[in-house]
C-alpha cells in the first residue's frame, strides 16, 4: 500500500505519481533521497499544473520556486498549501546542495505528509473522479538495508594492496 496510490488512477498524473510513491518507499533508508523526490514529484505536478490549468500562464522562468510565487498560482493553492509546498522546496534545496544542515526522517516524513495534501488538493482539482484522501504514516514501509556478503565495504583494511598493484 501507499498514501500516493490514488493517483494512479488518473493517467494525466503519471509523471509524479510515482516519484510521490518512491520518495515514501525510501523514506526510512535514506531522509534526503526520500525528500529529493518530494521536491521533484511536486515540481513534476507544479509543471503539470501549468500545462493544464488555463490560469496558469508559464513564465520566462520556469524553476519551482518562480512557478510557485507566481500570483495565479498561490490563488489557487491558498496560503496553507503554499507554506506546505515551500517547506518541500527548502529542505529538498538542503538535501540537494548538501548545505550543512542534516536532514531528519522527521523531516523527510513531514515533507511526504506536506506533498500528499498538495497532491490531495491537486486530484481534487483536476482528477475526472475524486476521493479524499488522508495521509496515513503506518501506510509508510518500514525501511530495511539489505546485508549481503559480496556488498561493497568501505574499510581499508579490507583492501588488499598487493592486488591493486
Known amino acids: 500500500m501507499s498514501n500516493f496510490k490514488f493517483l494512479l488512477s488518473e493517467p494525466g498524473f503519471a509523471s509524479f505519481a510515482d516519484v510521490a ?32 490549468d488555463k490560469e496558469l500562464e508559464m513564465p520566462y522562468q520556469d524553476n519551482l520556486q518562480s512557478l510557485m510565487t507566481r ?7 491558498g496560503q496553507d498549501i503554499y507554506v506546505r509546498m ?21 523531516q523527510a516524513m513531514l515533507c511526504l505528509e506536506n ?13 475526472e473522479e475524486y476521493t479524499e484522501t488522508k495521509f496515513d504514516a503506518a501506510l509508510v514501509p ?20 598487493a592486488a591493486l598493484i
Open 21 to 52: 510513491i518512491a520518495a515514501e518507499k525510501i523514506l526510512h533508508i535514506d531522509p534526503a533521497a526520500s525528500i529529493l523526490n518530494c521536491r521533484r514529484a511536486m515540481e513534476f505536478a507544479v509543471k503539470w499544473m501549468y500545462s493544464v
Open 71 to 77: 500570483e495565479e498560482f498561490r490563488q489557487i493553492v
Open 86 to 106: 515551500d517547506f518541500i522546496r527548502i529542505k529538498g534545496n538542503h538535501a540537494a546542495h548538501n548545505t550543512g544542515k542534516k536532514v531528519t526522517e522527521e
Open 115 to 127: 506533498l500528499h495534501i498538495f497532491l490531495d488538493f491537486v486530484a481534487y482539482c483536476y482528477a
Open 142 to 161: 518500514a525501511g530495511e538495508i539489505a546485508t549481503s556478503p559480496a556488498a561493497p565495504r568501505n574499510d581499508v583494511e579490507d583492501v588488499d594492496l
